[in-house]
């Protein structure tokens, strides 16, 4: 299975961006989907993670009230809509999945997760 995240961008502080995570496989419907990033110089983070069917869902506390995880899983998809951006969310944005199948955990931590996109730059201008 690979990842292919998109929708990043460069965008003033309180704007708006979607980002998208797209399965080549099947199999990504199944699984609880993360979103993670790393600025420059620093350690990637848990941003937000949503369980296999959708059902559940787990945000940062920095991010909790701007961004939202969703999944279409007709579509093989984990979007990230990010409200209100700010200048502190400019990193490299990644999702992963982790490889258990139906499972309702949402794990915050990245050595959990066996699947990863390339990442894509969001920045994020004052």
């Known amino acids: 299975v690979q990842l292919q995240a998109s929708g990043g961008g460069l965008v003033q502080a309180g704007g708006s961006l979607r980002l998208s995570c797209v399965a080549s496989d099947r199999t990504f419907r199944f699984y609880p989907v993360g979103w993670f990033r790393q600025p420059p110089g620093k350690e990637r983070d848990f941003v937000a993670g949503i369980s296999w069917s959708g059902g559940r869902t787990n945000a940062a506390d920095s991010v909790k009230g701007r961004f939202t995880i969703s999944r279409d899983n007709t579509v093989n998809t984990v979007y990230l809509q990010m409200n209100n951006l700010q200048p502190e969310d400019t990193a490299v944005y990644y999702c992963?999945?982790?490889?258990?199948?139906?499972?309702?955990?949402?794990?915050?931590?990245?050595?959990?997760?066996?699947?990863w996109g390339q990442g894509t730059q969001v920045t994020v201008s004052s």
């Open positions: 992963a999945a982790v490889r258990s199948l139906y499972s309702d955990l949402i794990s915050r931590t990245v050595k959990e997760y066996d699947l």
